[in-house]
Protein backbone atom coordinates (compact mmCIF):
# COMPACT_ATOMS: atom_id res chain seq x y z
CA UNK A 1 0.00 0.00 0.00
CA UNK A 2 2.84 2.22 1.00
CA UNK A 3 4.87 1.74 -2.01
CA UNK A 4 1.51 2.45 -4.51
CA UNK A 5 1.09 5.69 -2.57
CA UNK A 6 4.91 6.57 -3.02
CA UNK A 7 4.73 5.84 -6.92
CA UNK A 8 1.62 7.41 -7.10
CA UNK A 9 3.36 10.62 -5.31
CA UNK A 10 6.13 10.28 -7.48
CA UNK A 11 3.98 10.08 -10.87
CA UNK A 12 2.44 13.57 -9.84
CA UNK A 13 5.68 15.18 -9.28
CA UNK A 14 7.27 14.30 -12.07
CA UNK A 15 4.30 15.84 -13.99
CA UNK A 16 4.42 18.85 -11.86
CA UNK A 17 7.86 19.70 -12.82
CA UNK A 18 7.42 19.13 -16.60
CA UNK A 19 4.06 21.14 -16.14
CA UNK A 20 5.75 23.88 -14.79
CA UNK A 21 9.14 23.21 -16.90
CA UNK A 22 6.72 23.70 -19.96
CA UNK A 23 4.54 26.88 -18.07
CA UNK A 24 8.24 28.60 -17.88
CA UNK A 25 8.67 27.55 -21.45
CA UNK A 26 6.09 29.46 -22.42
CA UNK A 27 6.62 32.52 -20.81
CA UNK A 28 9.79 32.69 -22.46
CA UNK A 29 8.29 32.20 -25.43
CA UNK A 30 6.23 34.97 -24.85
CA UNK A 31 8.91 37.40 -24.32
CA UNK A 32 11.00 36.88 -26.66
CA UNK A 33 8.36 37.37 -29.18
CA UNK A 34 8.18 40.13 -27.47
CA UNK A 35 11.22 41.92 -27.45
CA UNK A 36 11.44 45.56 -27.08
CA UNK A 37 12.29 47.83 -30.07
CA UNK A 38 15.65 50.42 -29.06
CA UNK A 39 13.15 52.86 -29.91
CA UNK A 40 10.18 54.17 -32.08
CA UNK A 41 8.02 57.04 -32.84
CA UNK A 42 5.03 58.20 -34.16
CA UNK A 43 3.32 61.38 -35.39
CA UNK A 44 0.03 62.25 -36.58
CA UNK A 45 -0.90 65.77 -38.19
CA UNK A 46 -4.57 65.75 -37.93
CA UNK A 47 -7.54 63.80 -38.79
CA UNK A 48 -10.03 64.52 -40.97
CA UNK A 49 -12.05 65.22 -44.76
CA UNK A 50 -8.68 64.15 -46.24
CA UNK A 51 -8.83 62.93 -49.88
CA UNK A 52 -6.87 62.18 -52.71
CA UNK A 53 -9.07 64.23 -55.30
CA UNK A 54 -9.13 67.35 -52.77
CA UNK A 55 -5.03 67.18 -52.78
CA UNK A 56 -2.86 68.24 -55.77
CA UNK A 57 0.27 66.64 -56.19
CA UNK A 58 2.57 69.39 -54.88
CA UNK A 59 0.49 70.42 -51.41
CA UNK A 60 0.68 66.61 -51.07
CA UNK A 61 4.60 66.29 -51.56
CA UNK A 62 4.97 69.25 -49.23
CA UNK A 63 3.34 67.42 -46.33
CA UNK A 64 5.36 64.12 -47.04
CA UNK A 65 8.37 66.29 -46.99
CA UNK A 66 6.99 68.18 -43.69
CA UNK A 67 6.29 64.52 -42.13
CA UNK A 68 9.51 63.13 -43.26
CA UNK A 69 11.39 65.88 -41.09
CA UNK A 70 9.68 65.77 -38.48
CA UNK A 71 10.58 62.06 -37.93
CA UNK A 72 14.10 62.97 -38.72
CA UNK A 73 14.23 65.29 -35.67
CA UNK A 74 12.86 62.71 -33.58
CA UNK A 75 14.63 59.99 -34.51
CA UNK A 76 17.90 62.02 -34.02
CA UNK A 77 17.06 62.48 -30.39
CA UNK A 78 16.24 58.74 -30.00
CA UNK A 79 18.81 56.75 -31.52
CA UNK A 80 21.31 59.20 -29.43
CA UNK A 81 20.13 57.85 -26.43
CA UNK A 82 18.00 61.49 -25.99
CA UNK A 83 14.38 61.10 -23.98
CA UNK A 84 11.08 60.32 -25.49
CA UNK A 85 10.00 63.81 -24.11
CA UNK A 86 12.87 65.47 -25.56
CA UNK A 87 11.96 63.91 -28.90
CA UNK A 88 7.85 64.39 -28.15
CA UNK A 89 8.84 68.20 -27.27
CA UNK A 90 10.75 68.92 -30.25
CA UNK A 91 9.36 67.10 -33.27
CA UNK A 92 5.98 68.98 -32.14
CA UNK A 93 7.93 72.19 -32.15
CA UNK A 94 9.03 71.58 -35.75
CA UNK A 95 5.68 71.18 -36.62
CA UNK A 96 4.17 73.77 -34.72
CA UNK A 97 6.51 76.29 -36.69
CA UNK A 98 5.36 74.97 -39.84
CA UNK A 99 2.16 76.72 -41.57
CA UNK A 100 0.86 73.39 -43.15
CA UNK A 101 -0.23 72.19 -39.86
CA UNK A 102 -2.92 73.68 -37.59
CA UNK A 103 -1.21 74.05 -34.43
CA UNK A 104 1.47 76.99 -33.34
CA UNK A 105 1.91 79.19 -36.74
CA UNK A 106 -0.62 77.30 -38.83
CA UNK A 107 -3.65 77.43 -35.85
CA UNK A 108 -6.87 77.79 -37.10
CA UNK A 109 -8.57 81.14 -36.59
CA UNK A 110 -11.77 81.95 -33.71
CA UNK A 111 -15.56 83.00 -34.53
CA UNK A 112 -13.91 86.37 -33.62
CA UNK A 113 -10.76 85.84 -36.11
CA UNK A 114 -7.85 85.12 -33.34
CA UNK A 115 -5.77 82.35 -32.55
CA UNK A 116 -6.24 79.81 -29.58
CA UNK A 117 -3.88 77.54 -28.64
CA UNK A 118 -3.75 74.24 -26.76
CA UNK A 119 -1.12 71.78 -26.10
CA UNK A 120 -0.45 69.15 -23.45
CA UNK A 121 2.49 66.72 -22.63
CA UNK A 122 2.78 63.56 -20.37
CA UNK A 123 5.55 61.33 -19.20
CA UNK A 124 4.52 57.88 -18.73
CA UNK A 125 8.06 57.33 -16.23
CA UNK A 126 6.79 59.50 -13.64
CA UNK A 127 3.00 60.44 -14.79
CA UNK A 128 3.61 63.97 -14.50
CA UNK A 129 2.16 65.89 -17.34
CA UNK A 130 1.16 69.73 -18.33
CA UNK A 131 -1.40 71.50 -20.43
CA UNK A 132 -2.32 75.17 -21.94
CA UNK A 133 -5.35 76.25 -23.02
CA UNK A 134 -6.18 79.05 -25.36
CA UNK A 135 -2.79 80.69 -25.39
CA UNK A 136 -2.63 83.24 -27.88
CA UNK A 137 1.15 84.99 -27.79
CA UNK A 138 3.14 81.16 -27.16
CA UNK A 139 5.06 80.69 -30.39
CA UNK A 140 5.38 77.23 -29.24
CA UNK A 141 2.57 75.75 -27.11
CA UNK A 142 4.19 72.26 -26.63
CA UNK A 143 7.25 74.28 -24.50
CA UNK A 144 4.78 76.09 -22.41
CA UNK A 145 2.82 72.69 -21.69
CA UNK A 146 6.42 71.31 -20.68
CA UNK A 147 7.48 74.04 -18.82
CA UNK A 148 3.39 73.56 -16.56
CA UNK A 149 4.84 69.79 -16.00
CA UNK A 150 8.67 70.70 -14.60
CA UNK A 151 8.16 74.22 -13.35
CA UNK A 152 4.96 74.70 -11.46
CA UNK A 153 3.01 72.85 -9.56
CA UNK A 154 -0.07 72.21 -11.84
CA UNK A 155 -1.07 70.47 -14.67
CA UNK A 156 -3.31 72.79 -16.79
CA UNK A 157 -2.87 76.95 -16.94
CA UNK A 158 -5.49 78.55 -19.44
CA UNK A 159 -5.85 82.19 -21.06
CA UNK A 160 -4.32 84.96 -19.51
CA UNK A 161 -2.70 83.25 -16.99
CA UNK A 162 -0.61 80.58 -18.95
CA UNK A 163 0.48 83.28 -21.48
CA UNK A 164 1.82 85.37 -18.26
CA UNK A 165 3.20 82.29 -16.99
CA UNK A 166 5.31 81.41 -20.37
CA UNK A 167 6.39 85.16 -20.05
CA UNK A 168 7.57 84.47 -16.77
CA UNK A 169 9.33 81.57 -18.02
CA UNK A 170 11.12 83.22 -20.59
CA UNK A 171 9.35 81.16 -23.46
CA UNK A 172 9.45 82.56 -26.76
CA UNK A 173 6.64 85.00 -27.57
CA UNK A 174 5.07 86.35 -30.21
CA UNK A 175 2.37 88.83 -31.51
CA UNK A 176 -0.83 87.56 -32.30
CA UNK A 177 -0.59 88.24 -36.05
CA UNK A 178 2.32 85.76 -36.48
CA UNK A 179 -0.38 83.23 -36.27
CA UNK A 180 -2.10 84.64 -39.49
CA UNK A 181 -2.01 82.41 -42.86
CA UNK A 182 -3.89 83.21 -45.83
CA UNK A 183 -5.55 79.27 -45.98
CA UNK A 184 -6.77 79.41 -42.69
CA UNK A 185 -8.24 83.11 -42.88
CA UNK A 186 -9.95 82.23 -45.59
CA UNK A 187 -11.24 78.74 -44.24
CA UNK A 188 -12.47 81.14 -41.50
CA UNK A 189 -14.31 83.19 -44.03
CA UNK A 190 -15.84 80.42 -45.75
CA UNK A 191 -17.19 78.99 -42.30
CA UNK A 192 -18.83 82.31 -41.45
CA UNK A 193 -20.55 82.46 -44.94
CA UNK A 194 -22.09 79.29 -44.49
CA UNK A 195 -23.55 80.14 -41.26
CA UNK A 196 -25.12 83.74 -42.48
CA UNK A 197 -27.01 81.09 -44.96
CA UNK A 198 -27.97 79.11 -42.06
CA UNK A 199 -25.86 76.06 -44.40
CA UNK A 200 -25.19 72.89 -41.68
CA UNK A 201 -22.39 73.03 -40.47
CA UNK A 202 -20.96 70.07 -38.74
CA UNK A 203 -17.70 70.44 -37.29
CA UNK A 204 -15.54 68.25 -39.41
CA UNK A 205 -17.44 67.73 -42.95
CA UNK A 206 -16.15 70.23 -45.16
CA UNK A 207 -13.95 68.75 -47.55
CA UNK A 208 -11.06 70.91 -47.02
CA UNK A 209 -7.64 69.55 -46.37
CA UNK A 210 -6.43 73.17 -44.53
CA UNK A 211 -9.13 73.03 -41.86
CA UNK A 212 -7.12 69.86 -40.37
CA UNK A 213 -3.47 69.57 -39.01
CA UNK A 214 -3.65 69.08 -35.03
CA UNK A 215 -0.33 67.66 -34.30
CA UNK A 216 0.48 64.91 -32.20
CA UNK A 217 3.70 62.78 -31.09
CA UNK A 218 4.03 59.17 -28.81
CA UNK A 219 7.48 57.79 -28.54
CA UNK A 220 9.81 55.07 -27.01
CA UNK A 221 13.40 55.56 -25.69
CA UNK A 222 16.40 53.57 -25.15
CA UNK A 223 15.34 53.69 -21.93
CA UNK A 224 11.95 52.16 -22.35
CA UNK A 225 10.24 54.88 -21.21
CA UNK A 226 7.30 56.34 -23.28
CA UNK A 227 5.80 59.90 -23.63
CA UNK A 228 2.81 61.77 -25.63
CA UNK A 229 2.47 65.30 -26.36
CA UNK A 230 -0.20 67.17 -28.76
CA UNK A 231 -1.03 70.45 -30.21
CA UNK A 232 -3.86 72.24 -31.72
CA UNK A 233 -5.34 75.49 -33.05
CA UNK A 234 -8.77 73.79 -32.13
CA UNK A 235 -11.78 73.88 -34.20
CA UNK A 236 -12.43 76.58 -36.90
CA UNK A 237 -14.88 79.43 -35.65
CA UNK A 238 -14.66 78.21 -32.39
CA UNK A 239 -16.34 80.21 -29.70
CA UNK A 240 -16.65 81.42 -26.48
CA UNK A 241 -13.07 80.33 -25.14
CA UNK A 242 -13.88 77.00 -26.32
CA UNK A 243 -11.05 74.33 -25.38
CA UNK A 244 -10.60 70.78 -27.24
CA UNK A 245 -9.34 67.54 -26.21
CA UNK A 246 -5.91 68.21 -26.99
CA UNK A 247 -4.46 70.09 -23.43
CA UNK A 248 -6.92 67.35 -21.37
CA UNK A 249 -4.66 64.85 -20.07
CA UNK A 250 -6.76 61.33 -20.51
CA UNK A 251 -8.59 62.99 -23.23
CA UNK A 252 -6.16 63.90 -26.17
CA UNK A 253 -2.90 62.83 -24.71
CA UNK A 254 -1.85 60.10 -22.06
CA UNK A 255 1.20 58.16 -20.99
CA UNK A 256 1.86 55.21 -18.80
CA UNK A 257 5.18 53.25 -19.30
CA UNK A 258 3.22 50.31 -17.76
CA UNK A 259 0.80 50.16 -21.12
CA UNK A 260 1.31 53.39 -23.95
CA UNK A 261 1.61 56.81 -25.22
CA UNK A 262 -1.60 58.00 -26.74
CA UNK A 263 -2.22 61.24 -29.06
CA UNK A 264 -5.37 61.83 -30.44
CA UNK A 265 -6.59 64.15 -33.64
CA UNK A 266 -10.28 64.47 -34.03
CA UNK A 267 -13.97 66.30 -32.50
CA UNK A 268 -12.58 67.07 -29.75
CA UNK A 269 -15.92 67.09 -27.43
CA UNK A 270 -16.40 63.25 -28.58
CA UNK A 271 -13.08 62.65 -27.01
CA UNK A 272 -13.34 64.62 -23.72
CA UNK A 273 -16.78 62.55 -23.24
CA UNK A 274 -14.97 59.11 -23.87
CA UNK A 275 -11.83 59.78 -22.22
CA UNK A 276 -9.78 58.52 -25.22
CA UNK A 277 -6.39 58.64 -24.55
CA UNK A 278 -7.20 56.74 -20.87
CA UNK A 279 -9.67 54.61 -21.99
CA UNK A 280 -6.69 52.83 -24.86
CA UNK A 281 -4.48 52.40 -21.22
CA UNK A 282 -7.10 51.33 -19.52
CA UNK A 283 -8.02 48.84 -21.80
CA UNK A 284 -4.81 47.34 -22.02
CA UNK A 285 -4.51 47.52 -18.73
CA UNK A 286 -7.35 45.78 -17.35
CA UNK A 287 -9.05 43.55 -20.56
CA UNK A 288 -4.93 43.18 -21.72
CA UNK A 289 -5.83 43.81 -25.31
CA UNK A 290 -2.47 45.11 -27.51
CA UNK A 291 -2.27 48.44 -28.47
CA UNK A 292 -3.61 47.64 -31.81
CA UNK A 293 -6.75 46.00 -30.49
CA UNK A 294 -7.68 49.07 -27.93
CA UNK A 295 -7.44 51.62 -30.42
CA UNK A 296 -9.47 49.80 -33.17
CA UNK A 297 -12.31 49.30 -30.73
CA UNK A 298 -11.95 53.12 -29.55
CA UNK A 299 -11.42 54.68 -32.77
CA UNK A 300 -13.60 52.29 -35.30
CA UNK A 301 -15.98 50.72 -33.11
CA UNK A 302 -16.75 52.80 -30.32
CA UNK A 303 -16.28 56.24 -31.41
CA UNK A 304 -17.69 56.00 -35.11
CA UNK A 305 -21.40 54.72 -33.35
CA UNK A 306 -21.26 57.92 -31.36
CA UNK A 307 -20.36 60.01 -34.38
CA UNK A 308 -17.15 61.14 -33.10
CA UNK A 309 -14.67 61.59 -36.20
CA UNK A 310 -10.93 61.50 -35.84
CA UNK A 311 -7.89 58.92 -35.25
CA UNK A 312 -5.08 58.23 -32.48
CA UNK A 313 -1.33 57.42 -32.45
CA UNK A 314 -0.25 54.82 -29.58
CA UNK A 315 2.82 52.89 -29.00
CA UNK A 316 3.21 50.71 -26.49
CA UNK A 317 6.34 49.51 -24.16
CA UNK A 318 7.27 47.21 -26.79
CA UNK A 319 7.64 49.83 -29.67
CA UNK A 320 4.24 48.28 -30.95
CA UNK A 321 2.32 51.02 -32.75
CA UNK A 322 -1.05 51.96 -33.94
CA UNK A 323 -2.37 54.69 -35.82
CA UNK A 324 -6.37 54.23 -36.40
CA UNK A 325 -8.84 56.58 -37.98
CA UNK A 326 -12.50 56.72 -39.11
CA UNK A 327 -12.03 59.72 -41.19
CA UNK A 328 -11.30 59.59 -44.59
CA UNK A 329 -7.50 60.33 -44.11
CA UNK A 330 -5.05 61.17 -41.51
CA UNK A 331 -1.16 62.69 -42.14
CA UNK A 332 1.02 60.46 -39.78
CA UNK A 333 4.50 58.74 -39.95
CA UNK A 334 6.29 56.05 -37.75
CA UNK A 335 10.03 55.62 -37.43
CA UNK A 336 11.62 52.59 -36.06
CA UNK A 337 15.41 51.85 -36.13
CA UNK A 338 14.51 49.47 -39.18
CA UNK A 339 11.38 51.01 -40.45
CA UNK A 340 9.86 54.23 -41.93
CA UNK A 341 6.70 55.46 -43.01
CA UNK A 342 4.78 58.27 -43.84
CA UNK A 343 0.96 58.58 -44.96
CA UNK A 344 -2.22 60.88 -45.34
CA UNK A 345 -5.00 58.65 -47.04
CA UNK A 346 -6.65 56.08 -45.94
N1 LIG B 1 -9.01 67.61 -31.41
C1 LIG B 1 -8.86 69.00 -31.75
C2 LIG B 1 -9.91 69.79 -31.03
O1 LIG B 1 -11.04 69.35 -30.95
C3 LIG B 1 -8.97 69.29 -33.20
C4 LIG B 1 -8.31 68.33 -34.15
O2 LIG B 1 -7.71 67.35 -33.72
O3 LIG B 1 -8.35 68.57 -35.37
O4 LIG B 1 -9.61 70.87 -30.59
Redesign the pocket.
Given at each position: MKTRYSLLFLAFSVSLVFYLGSCSGKKQQQSTEKERLPYALVIHG???TIKPKNMDAETKAQYEKALNEALDIGENILKNGGTALDAVENVIVYLENSPLF?AGKGAVFTYEGHNEL?ASIMDGKTHKAGAVGGVTIVKNPIRAARAVMEKSPHVLLTCAGANRFAIEQGLDTVSPEYFYTESRWEALQRRLEKEKKKEPVGA?EEPDAHK???VGCVALDKQGNLAAGTS?G??TA?RWNR????PIIGA?TYADNATCAVS??????Y?IREAVAHDMSARMAYLGESVQEAGEHIINEKLKAIGGA?GLIAIDQYGQIAMPFNTSGMYRGYVTPDERKVGIFK
Open positions: GAGNDRFGTTGLKIGDSGCTGHGEFG
